[in-house]
Each structure stands twice: as C-alpha cells, then as structure tokens.
C-alpha cells in the first residue's frame, strides 16, 4: 500500500483481557518497528524486526508484550492480561534503510 | 548509545512570530537526524531530515533545520508560524553505521500558536 497502515484505530479493552494491534508496513520495506507513546511521553521503542534477522525485542516491557512479523510483512503486537498502564498509542513504523521511516497512525488502546 | 534532548516541553508563541525549537544530541558514532511532526490524534510526519551535505536542511511547511555538529545540535526553525502549525515536535537521531537502527526519540516539544 501507499504507507503504513494499522488496525484497529482504537481500542478499548477490560483489564486482563489479550489485545492484538496490526500493522501492515509498506509493501517492499524490510524493517519495521513498534513504538508506544504514552499519555504526555514520548516515543518509547518497543521491538523491531529487520529481514529475516532476529527481532530486537529490548524493548519490551514485560513477557505480556510479544511481537511476530509473518512472510515479513505484516506484524501483530499482542498484550496478554493487559494492565491500565498499558493504556497508550502504539505506533508502527517502516523503512527500507536507515533514512526514511513512515509512521502509521497508531492504535489507541485504552484498558479500563 | 545515542540520546536525544529537547530542551523545551512547551513553546508558546503568537501567529506569524518566528520560532527555533532546541534539539541536542549525545551520540559516540555519527547519525542521521530528523525531525518529526505529529497533529492531535494523528501519526507522525517526517518533516525534514539530514544525512549528509549541506548543514542547512530545508523541510516541509516552511521549516528548515541546522546541523552543528560541533555543539551537537539539531535546531528546528520557521520564520513565521501559522496557527495550523500548533502540533508536537519531536526530534530523533540514528545511528549510521550497523544497517538498520531504531530511532531514538527526544520527548517532544508542544508548539502552541496563539492569535
């Protein structure tokens, strides 16, 4: 597609329920990156993935947040038992090299 | 390991005055920088980046940014603001070497234009 494209726009989920976050990134980028900001913060790295490398998941938060990017393209961040802290826009982002990344426009997810 | 410092939380600042949001970066490597733009509710928007040449990038919507590297800065400027510039601006950094880097972010600075 044209850009990064990520689904649902929002989401609001019970405290402890599994919440998964898609992210298509643009057709032909090899890199791509998830991103948490949170209410007032700003861009905390989560994970990312390059090719067929193994995955830089140092920024996870906890073992509740995993990440898997399938024919390394689209990408699916899941929560399990999420917590109100949780709450935040996930951002996802591609590239095709160190100079250009293209953000999508986030998922809102909100843990009541 | 690279960091980034934005040294303004918020800017406040009247419609058509000029305005330099301050980026500093620490880094042991050379990097690429940017500067992103992201609108209420919205994703962010890369508005100009530099990677190499000449110091003074041009971006879009009218800002424009100066790499020192000496002083290790990456200041964001526009001559006169309008009030659709009102936003959060956030500048980052990545390494050049190793490929693919993660972009580390600074904490972003609200720009907010009053008329």
Known sequence: ????????????TE?????ELRCDPISGHTALY????????GL?????????????????PSDRFSAERTGGSVSTLTIQRTQQEDSAVYLCASTEGSN???????????VV | AQSVT????????????????RCNYSSSVSVYLFWYVQYPNQGLQLLL?????????????????EFNKSQTSFHLRK??????DTAEYFCAVTPLSGGYNKLIFGAGTRLAVHP
Do not use: C, M
Request: charged share 15%; proline share 5%.
């Open chain 1, 44 to 60: 905390e790295f989560l994970i990312y993935f390059q090719g067929n490398s193994a995955p830089d998941k140092s920024g996870l």
């Open chain 2, 49 to 65: 980046k530099y990677l190499s040449g000449s110091t003074l990038v041009k971006g879009i919507n009218g800002f424009e940014a």
């Open chain 1, 100 to 110: 250009g990344y293209t953000f999508g426009s986030g998922t809102r997810l909100t």
């Open chain 1, 34 to 41: 998830w991103y948490r900001q949170s209410l007032g913060q």
């Open chain 1, 1 to 12: 597609g044209a850009g990064v494209s990520q689904s649902p726009s929002n989401k609001v």
């Open chain 2, 6 to 21: 934005q040294l303004d939380s918020q800017v406040p600042v009247f419609e058509e005055a000029p305005v330099e949001l």
């Open chain 1, 15 to 19: 405290k402890g329920k599994d919440v």
């Open chain 2, 79 to 84: 001559p006169s603001v309008h009030i659709s």
